[in-house]
């Protein structure tokens, strides 16, 4: 969501605000701005829209000498898209930015109309910005202590104060805050894709400290004035990582990306043949304890979540539930000590994931997370945590980040296995030689890409479909379908194959494609009866298979696209390339933002 960055140092501010405001226009966003102060007056532009226009304006007026200041991308919540809703807010003294919802704001906007104050804007974040300038009285710090206590609902804030030049003051609550120090200065940003530039090296800031940036360091106190030290952290991927590298999109690069992320995350995870989390601090009693799964997470991550279920009740025979985390705490879940409550996530900031967590220890359950980005919230919560090293995901549609969280339920439904004695030590080895032989026929696929594009175009004027699977197929049907509505923007539902017949047969007609996907041995030939029943009734079908099934022919399918003849257990892996592309190609031929598509954001951190 809402993108942040803020500048000090010796660099023209303007031009690092508006490249780290581009480089974070992935999170999803629907106008931009900056303040900055000039001959020691802050200054002010903004603009709905793109952050090209906002480069335009900057670029058109004449700016002398800034070398500190905020940008913002904003995803509208409170109020709609407009120049004046927009960030940065500025009230009396104060100028701001904000990631997050106060959740109080319309009581605080009651009490400050008492005192005749009056906001210009709809939005939450403009009564954040009146309360702050209310509790100043000269110091920065004491007045922010004091509206920290004054606001409900989540926030990071960089603020800029009048009269007090070329220093940020942030603090936050759940909303991501990252910082690095450098020689050219100190930056302040919502993720370390608008830090990369400066540095590798970064902190996580604390929720309610209060950092203070100046071009010669940043310092952080808490709420009770003590210093506080910020934890180092590294990322391990550069700069090439966050760039296109020569495609068309961020999401073609990072289909292209998942064998190399795929060997990332599984190869330092097998030891001998074996899985281990050993180098993870996850130790086996995490399963030998547990005697019940609770599995919860968001779109994307949650269908990783579906098959994590499938496999570790197939291998390690332990009753797992998925959820979706928005849900999950309000379906007042049963928990205790020997629950294993297992979050995925790529941004590691979702708010309902995080929520789920919250009340997952409330409960006494023990909490496993599966995140790729590091030192995020989610990650810092849990009490364990298997990262994912898929690098940075631009694209909004989650392509690389799915492939690397399946993997991990591989490794984990294996482990379990293992150490609940459901596997023999050969058992394991001959699963990890099939789950490397999986991920390596990736690349067979890839090498396919043109075929997808050509079975694409026979979508081209579908306006609804559905994709039908059973098993582990139908957990990768709805995935499919996620990835198709969202970028493609066609109407499509998940379905499992047995169930159409049940009422939503009706739909069918030969205005409704339906994409079969058919990989599972134990379900093929009914799968192959369920195809029929739709091609019978006039459906133009897409079939996904990884047989060689002589019967299958253009009597029950129009287009088929083959994969790679593996063990049926781990088809996710190729599979997920397919239905990629086949969303992508779809969003290409219509012309559409494929890696950011309209109302969405990458990172969702309000509930
Ligand atoms: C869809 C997509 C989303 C995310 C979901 C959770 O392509 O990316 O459905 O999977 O918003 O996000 P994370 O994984 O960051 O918690």
Redo the contacts with the bound molecule.
């Keep these: 969501m809402c993108g942040i960055i803020g500048f000090t140092g010796h660099l023209d501010a303007t031009k690092v605000l508006t490249k780290g405001l581009a480089e974070l226009e992935y999170r999803g966003y629907d106008s931009a701005g900056i303040a900055f102060f000039e001959n020691e007056e802050i200054r002010t532009i903004k603009t709905a829209g793109k952050v090209a226009c906002l480069k335009e304006k900057v670029e058109a007026s004449t700016i002398n000498d800034a070398t500190c200041g905020i940008g913002h991308t904003r995803w509208a919540t409170h109020g709609g898209v407009s120049d004046t809703n927009s960030h940065p807010h500025t009230f009396g003294n104060v100028t701001l930015i904000h990631n997050g919802i106060i959740e109080n704001y319309k009581e605080l906007q009651a009490e400050l109309a008492l005192q005749g104050k009056t906001p210009i804007s709809q939005t939450d974040t403009e009564i954040a910005a009146m309360i702050i300038d209310d509790c100043f009285d000269g110091d920065p710090i004491e007045a922010i202590k004091k509206a920290d206590a004054r606001l409900d609902g989540q926030y990071g804030f960089c603020i800029m104060f009048k009269g007090i030049p070329g220093k940020i003051f942030c603090i936050r609550n759940g909303s991501p805050l990252v910082a690095t120090h450098t020689e050219k200065g100190s930056v302040i940003a919502s993720d370390m894709v608008a830090l990369i530039d400066y540095s590798k090296d970064y902190f996580v800031l604390p929720e309610h400290v209060i950092a203070t940036l100046t071009a010669e360091d940043i310092t952080l106190v808490d709420l009770e004035g003590n210093n506080v030290e910020p934890e180092m952290l590294h990322v391990d991927w550069d700069i090439e990582a966050a760039m296109k590298g020569g495609y068309d999109y961020f999401m073609l690069k990072e289909i292209h990306d998942q064998p190399a992320a795929l060997m990332n995350t599984i190869t330092p995870r097998i030891k001998d043949g074996l899985p281990t989390f050993e180098a993870d601090n996850v130790p086996d009693e995490v399963f030998t304890n547990c005697n019940r799964i609770l599995i919860t997470?968001?779109?994307?991550?949650?269908h990783a979540g579906l098959v994590g279920k499938n496999l570790i009740e197939r291998i390690a025979r332990v009753p797992v539930t998925v959820d979706v985390a928005s849900e999950f705490r309000y379906n007042d879940p049963i928990m205790d000590e020997h629950t294993l409550v297992i979050t995925?996530?790529?941004?590691?900031?979702?708010a309902d994931?995080l929520a789920a967590i919250r009340l997952a220890k409330e409960h006494g359950a023990k909490t496993l997370s599966i995140v790729?980005v590091k030192g995020s919230t989610?990650a810092r919560e849990s009490d364990y945590v298997l990262y994912t090293h898929a690098g940075p995901e631009i694209a909004?549609?989650?392509t690389k980040?799915?492939t690397v969280q399946l993997s991990v339920f591989y490794l984990i439904a294996a482990r379990f296995a293992l150490v609940t004695n459901k596997f023999t030590e050969d058992d394991a080895r001959d699963y990890i030689t099939k789950l490397q032989q999986a991920i390596e026929s990736v690349n067979e696929v890839l090498a396919n890409e043109k075929d997808f594009e050509d079975v694409s175009a026979s979508l081209d004027t579908a306006e609804n479909l559905f994709y039908i699977g059973r098993g582990l197929d139908y957990c990768l049907a709805m995935e499919g379908s996620?990835?198709l509505k969202?970028i493609s923007y066609i109407h499509s539902e998940a379905y499992a194959a047995g169930e159409l017949k049940h009422g939503t047969i009706s739909l069918i007609t030969e205005d409704m494609p339906v994409i079969a996907i058919a990989t599972q041995n134990g379900v093929y030939s009914k799968m192959i009866s369920n195809i029929r029943e739709v091609k019978a009734r006039g459906a133009k079908v897409i079939l996904i298979t990884n047989g060689d099934d002589q019967n299958v022919d253009e009597s029950i399918c129009s287009f088929q696209v083959s994969i790679p003849k593996i063990d049926d257990m781990f088809a996710p892996f190729t599979t997920s390339v397919v239905i990629q592309y086949l969303a992508y190609f779809c969003a290409v031929r219509r012309a559409l933002n494929v890696d950011q598509p309209r109302n969405l954001a990458?990172?969702?951190t309000v509930e």
């Design positions: 997470a968001c779109g994307t991550a949650m995925i996530s790529q941004s590691g900031e979702t994931t790729n989610i909004v549609a989650s980040a799915y996620l990835k969202e990458k990172s969702v």
